[in-house]
T-cell receptor, first 112, second 114 residues
Framework: DSGVTQTPKHLITATGQRVTLRCSPR?????VYWYQQSLDQGLQFLIQ???????AKGNILERFSAQQFPDLHSELNLSSLELGDSALYFC???????????FGQGTRLTVV | AQSVTQPDIHITVSEGASLELRCNYS??????LFWYVQSPGQGLQLLLK??????LVQGIKGFEAEFKRSQSSFNLRKPSVHWSDAAEYFC????????????FGQGTTLQVKP
């Protein structure tokens, strides 16, 4: 158990819908990262937050947004969902950038 | 561009045989390097890391990796593979010094023959 908790584990939704994925980092970790894993794209970095502030942005679509709350948990919001958004979404946390990141079990999103 | 290359998409070894998974990175300085393992349906588990110092690092589950600056490589090794090692292995590094973007390779799937 990495100490990073993601909910829900599985999510099935229809195209055009909006979903929210939640992540609770390890105790003491200030940095949260979101990654998307798909068969054709591999592991893609989406976004990083550090202590509530956006720190780095990767290949995140405009339809996607994230935030980190004062209690350090984070949410990834995916809207206007398309079939191609079906993937595993991972959250990871670390004390700071440059230290080892620990990953949650992921949320498997299926868009039908 | 900053990138990680894992040249072997799929490797099959016999149980008890030695293993080496290759990883090459492209970066202008010495990066912080990691190996992660992902079992089917699971998250990524950190095997080992290299930040600085001794270029041979030990990790969990009997794995080790060697950083070779001259070859821009960070290959993962294990002297004797167990059936439970069958999984996908990812090499990764932190690139730019001012972000937390962890850059991953495409992964190597390890199959273990009995």
């Amino acid at each position: 158990d990495s100490g990073v908790t993601q909910t829900p584990k599985h999510l099935i939704t229809a195209t055009g819908q909006r979903v929210t994925l939640r992540c609770s980092p390890r105790s003491g970790d200030l940095s949260v990262y979101w990654y998307q894993q798909s068969l054709d794209q591999g592991l893609q970095f989406l976004i990083q937050y550090y202590n509530g502030e956006e720190r780095a942005k990767g290949n995140i679509l405009e339809r996607f947004s994230a935030q980190q709350f004062p209690d350090l948990h984070s949410e990834l919001n995916l809207s206007s969902l398309e079939l191609g958004d079906s993937a595993l979404y991972f959250c990871a946390s670390s004390v700071n950038w440059g230290t080892e990141a620990f990953f949650g079990q992921g949320t498997r999103l299926t868009v039908v | 561009a900053q990138s990680v290359t894992q040249p072997d998409i799929h490797i099959t070894v016999s149980e008890g045989a030695s293993l080496e998974l290759r990883c090459n990175y492209s970066y202008g300085a010495t990066p912080y390097l990691f190996w992660y393992v992902q079992s089917p349906g699971q998250g990524l588990q950190l095997l080992l890391k290299y930040f600085s110092g001794d270029t041979l690092v030990q990790g969990i589950k009997g794995f080790e990796a060697e950083f070779k600056r001259s070859q821009s490589s960070f290959n993962l090794r294990k002297p004797s593979v167990h059936w439970s090692d069958a999984a996908e292995y990812f090499c990764a590094f932190y690139g730019s010094s001012n972000t937390g973007k962890l850059i991953f390779g495409q992964g190597t799937t390890l199959q273990v023959k009995p």
